[in-house]
């Protein structure tokens, strides 16, 4: 088939590279005479019919920015059998040949819908977590751990000169990726992750051992909803007789420009898109693995097995936890 329009989105939660793809997507189409579609506010603006024409122009000094140019949305009215007819109508009375969408785990489930009612899709992991797990690496992974390191080392300095422990909580959903090579790139002492479940007594008593064995007040790292970190640090302070605070590092996880990594992870994925559609390949989901771009089923992606770390986990017991 002849593809004349295509369409792009972002949708949940924001990831640096977003944009950056975006102008690669429309960059490449346009050289091929293809004309891009920008979807305002995820499947929101799907939903409500809300397209803009995009050019090289409007998306020329986007590449270098944070955040969604489109901006980007949490629709959960997208659940609606109705709300997923009338988007994929909207789509068909302009003329969209194929939509690319940027995002999670939701936004696959929401493409996937789509799909189901006639519209060609092509997906792209966009998400800080790092929880699709048929790939090895999706945009803003990279620049969260990063800007959650800085922040980390930041406020290991302060407390370190106070002679204070810390118990720090990043995000990830309920995903320990962000925790773990935080963790890990940070010299931390204890971690907590979803995939090997701790308990908050068995916390306790780590940190008790490792502030007999050091002499230091150890620096704790948490992925979200493991614990609540204000608790913890408080009795952590009445158990240990040692002084310990907690650190949200929260958005900032989220902003600020994309990572040279994931400026060059969202160049792929957006060439293999736009190449894919050209092709007339439809309802993909593009990965990275062995430093390659590759696209597989949509349906099989959301299938795939877990694929954490465990080894670099092990590792990070092994270097912390000695008897």
Known sequence: MEVKNIAVLTSGGDAQGMNTAINIIVRVARARRIWVYGVLEGYKGLFNDQFVQLDEQIVENIGFMGGSFLKTSRFVDFKNPSVVKKSAENLKARNIDALIVLGGDGSYKGALDLVKEGVNVICIPATIDNDLRYTSRCLGFDTAVNNSCKYIEDVKQTMDALSRGVVFEVMGRYCGDIALYSACSTACDLIAVPEKPTTEKEIIEKVKLHIKR??????????????????????????????????????????????????ALAMQFAVKAVNLI??????????????VAFDMDLSDALKSEYNFNYDLLQLFYSLNEKN
């Open 214 to 263: 050091t002499n230091k007040a150890p620096t704790i790292v948490v992925a979200e909803h493991q614990f609540d970190v204000v608790d913890l640090s408080k009795k952590l302070t009445k158990e240990t007789g040692v002084d310990f605070k907690y650190s949200i590092v929260g958005y900032i996880q989220r902003g600020g420009a994309p990572s040279v990594l994931d400026k």
């Open 278 to 291: 050209e092709k007339g390949i439809f309802n993909r989901a593009i990965g990275y693995k062995d430093d």
